[in-house]
């Protein structure tokens, strides 16, 4: 059964600071790879879809990479702003389509 | 995402009672799904379709039922609301297996 793990759980950082999100999974047998952010009492906004045959992927300030055999995935967002702040989730797709699996969640506070 | 909605936004209803969902589409998407989304558990699949008229369950899709009698709509019905069922809800669409766009959500009191 596909596991995936998001660390940190919840990040503060001051207004400009560049980080890393990380999703680990269990199962390397996994295609597609998608990034989302949810701000409290919405719904989830897709940032970056990595296909299997990718390795990264860039949207402005935001680039996510893939490394299928270390089961890795990182989100990695570019001086940070205020409007960061949100609950941000990684997915994973294995197997058939009811199979999407998501990650714990990391919930990001960016600070002026 | 542009293109998915969802109604009712909020509801609140009685136990015991059906209550219908509707998730509205219009990316032409083949694949549609309904999540519920709690606290301590993420979220969970409990129906989904690849085409019309053809779905299948999710993990909790029990009390749940769906139809889909044209591509741009995906109905879920909860056959006698219970207060297990309170939740917000989120219908997703995709153009493929491996990727999905969501909706809005509808959050759904039951008392």
């Known amino acids: 059964k596909q596991e995936v793990t998001q660390i940190p759980a919840a990040l503060s950082v001051p207004e400009g600071e560049n980080l890393v999100l990380n999703c680990s999974f269990t199962d390397s047998a996994i295609y597609n790879l998608q990034w989302f952010r949810q701000d409290p009492g919405k719904g989830l906004t897709s940032l970056l879809l990595i296909q299997s045959s990718q390795r990264e992927q860039t949207s402005g300030r935001l680039n996510a990479s893939l490394d299928k055999s270390s089961g890795r995935s990182t989100l990695y967002i570019a001086a940070s702003q205020p409007g960061d702040s949100a609950t941000y989730l990684c997915a994973g797709y294995t197997g058939t389509a009811s199979k999407l699996t998501f990650g714990t969640g990391t919930r990001l506070q960016v600070t002026l | 995402d542009a293109g998915i909605t969802q109604s009712p936004r909020h509801k609140v209803t009685e136990t015991g009672t059906p209550v219908t969902l509707r998730c509205h589409q219009t990316?032409?998407?083949?694949?549609m799904y309904w999540y519920r989304q709690d606290p301590g558990h993420g979220l969970r699949l409990i129906h989904y379709s690849y085409g019309v008229k053809d779905t299948d369950k999710g993990e909790v899709s029990d009390g749940y039922s769906v139809s889909r009698s044209k591509t741009e709509d995906f109905l879920l019905t909860l056959e006698s609301a219970t207060s297990s069922q309170t939740s917000v809800y989120f219908c997703a669409t995709g153009p493929g297996l491996y990727e999905q766009y969501f909706g809005p959500g509808t959050r759904l009191t039951v008392t």
């Open positions: 990316e032409n998407h083949r694949y």
